[in-house]
């Protein structure tokens, strides 16, 4: 997690949200590492997962990341969530809840519907605080204090 807190701190120096994603394989050695990059790509899906998925896959040489787990520093949309679930990535680990857009516990739990094909195991909360001052500081600084989840619409 702190890896991707790290990716996460970079991707305001672009103008994007601070979201890190981290891809490990099943060894636990480090496939991907990336921040968000919808701003820096003009991309709509430069979400961090998205981005740290595209690497790893390239890194193995295939889109199944079977034995995967991917750590994040906020919980995935339904768009991260869904391509998390296609990659049949084994295991999800997750920093902050996002109560706006979440999709894997706070407004739909994407990743555990048991009508798909795949259901990675999820750990949630791990190292949540500090996510979350990542965030608050990123919407502060562009609309004054106030609660992070408020803005989090703009991820």
């Given at each position: 997690m702190r890896q991707a807190l790290e990716a996460a701190a970079v991707a305001p120096d672009q103008g994007d949200v601070p979201v890190g994603a981290v891809v490990l394989d099943?060894?636990?050695?480090?496939?991907?590492?990336?921040?968000n990059r919808r701003e820096a790509?003009?991309?709509?899906?430069?979400?961090?997962?998205?981005?740290?998925?595209?690497?790893?896959?390239?890194?193995?040489?295939?889109?199944?990341?079977?034995?995967?787990?991917?750590?994040?520093?906020?919980?995935p949309c339904t768009m991260c969530a869904g391509a998390i679930v296609s990659a049949r990535i084994a295991a999800l680990v997750f920093g902050a809840f996002d109560p706006k857009a979440g999709a894997v516990a706070s407004l739909w739990d994407v990743v555990r519907d048991p009508r798909l094909n795949h259901r990675p195991r999820v750990v949630s909360g791990i190292l949540a605080d500090q996510s979350e001052r990542l965030l608050q500081d990123f919407f502060a600084s562009r609309r004054g204090p106030g609660d992070w989840r408020a803005a989090e619409a703009d991820r």
């Amino acid at each position: 997690m702190r890896q991707a807190l790290e990716a996460a701190a970079v991707a305001p120096d672009q103008g994007d949200v601070p979201v890190g994603a981290v891809v490990l394989d099943s060894e636990g050695q480090v496939l991907s590492c990336a921040g968000n990059r919808r701003e820096a790509d003009n991309d709509p899906t430069g979400h961090a997962e998205i981005v740290a998925i595209r690497q790893a896959c390239t890194a193995l040489g295939s889109w199944r990341l079977d034995g995967c787990t991917m750590v994040v520093t906020l919980e995935p949309c339904t768009m991260c969530a869904g391509a998390i679930v296609s990659a049949r990535i084994a295991a999800l680990v997750f920093g902050a809840f996002d109560p706006k857009a979440g999709a894997v516990a706070s407004l739909w739990d994407v990743v555990r519907d048991p009508r798909l094909n795949h259901r990675p195991r999820v750990v949630s909360g791990i190292l949540a605080d500090q996510s979350e001052r990542l965030l608050q500081d990123f919407f502060a600084s562009r609309r004054g204090p106030g609660d992070w989840r408020a803005a989090e619409a703009d991820r």
